[in-house]
């Protein structure tokens, strides 16, 4: 069987790692959580799922970065079959409003990244820069974007942004998956259990974590049929504002089997009216026919957002 596996974690460019080792070099603490949850009750969780699901704060955070200068650092790692690190590159970028123009302040790259025609050795790379590197350039939609004639894969980066941007709600498309990630329908309920948690973010701002997360007394065929494993999501208490979100993904077909972890952070600017992205982590190994096994991980720290 082919492996598909996305894994998305916390990054962060100066970590210390090891040799042989999968790494989490996110040094950015973000959120400190009170010690204790509290179970919410099918009728209680309502408030949150209903939020969830008319959120539009990532695609509207994503799309309004044009109208803004600042910078963003990306640091992008590949690794071999041994988990060591194969490719490395940096980016510090300056967006300007102004033809929403991108100057690159640093740009560094090692090891094997690009084929000898110039284009990504990974398929990683390329969604990399089609779903992050698109949006500091041009018109954004949080779900579909037109589909090259020849490119093959636009498909299937337009279903990822879709997943990204509105966990929750059906992905069609991705053979056996399309219904599996509807997790908030009466049936797909019974699998998992709500809770929350009171804490900080960023030091100042009063939010709930709220987790929904699979049942641990499943069978385990039961368990290996449910792909969204983990949905959290924090909300700013004072107006139920979606702040983050991170989802733990992990499903295995004929095809391909994947694990995914990812996370997006977003913080007010512009007199605190506005969200805009802060954070967006990533890392994951997947392995799909007519694919080479691909082991990749990336951090976008951006800052420093004002109009022109």
């Given at each position: 069987m082919k492996k598909l596996a996305f894994v998305f974690l916390l990054l962060g460019p100066y970590a210390v790692f090891a040799q042989n080792t999968r790494y989490n070099p996110d040094t950015v603490k973000t959120i400190v959580m009170d010690p204790l949850a509290i179970t919410v009750s099918r009728l209680t969780a309502e408030r949150f799922i209903r939020e969830i699901l008319s959120d539009t704060s990532f695609y509207d955070a994503f799309r309004n970065m044009k109208k803004y200068q600042f910078t963003a650092e990306n640091s992008l790692f590949t690794y071999d079959k041994k988990n060591r690190v194969e490719g490395r590159l940096y980016r510090k970028i300056l967006h300007h409003t102004r033809g929403s123009k991108v100057q690159y302040l640093a740009k560094s790259d090692s090891g094997k990244l690009f084929k000898k025609n110039g284009k990504y050795d990974l398929y990683t790379l390329e969604m990399f820069d089609y779903i992050f590197m698109n949006a500091y350039q041009s018109d954004y939609s949080a779900t579909s974007s037109p589909v090259k004639k020849g490119d093959n894969n636009s498909g299937y980066k337009a279903k990822l942004k879709t997943l990204l941007f509105s966990p929750g709600r059906p992905v069609k498309g991705i053979p056996l998956i399309s219904g599996?990630?509807?997790?908030?329908?009466?049936?797909?309920?019974?699998?998992?259990?709500?809770?929350?948690?009171?804490?900080?973010y960023l030091d100042s701002i009063p939010v709930y974590r709220f987790k929904v997360t699979q049942k641990e007394d499943l069978s385990g065929w039961t368990k290996s049929g449910i792909m969204i494993k983990e949905l959290t999501t924090i909300f700013d208490k004072?107006?139920?504002?979606?702040?983050g979100r991170y989802v733990d993904m992990k499903y295995s077909n004929m095809l391909f089997d994947f694990d995914i972890k990812m996370n997006i952070e977003l913080g007010y600017f512009d007199g605190g009216d506005v969200l805009l992205p802060t954070k967006i982590s990533y890392q994951g190994n997947w392995d799909v026919p007519m694919k080479k096994e691909e082991r990749a991980s990336f951090l976008i720290m951006q800052k420093g957002y004002r109009r022109e």
């Open positions: 599996k990630t509807e997790i908030f329908t009466p049936n797909m309920r019974q699998y998992y259990d709500y809770r929350y948690y009171s804490g900080t004072r107006n139920m504002q979606i702040l």
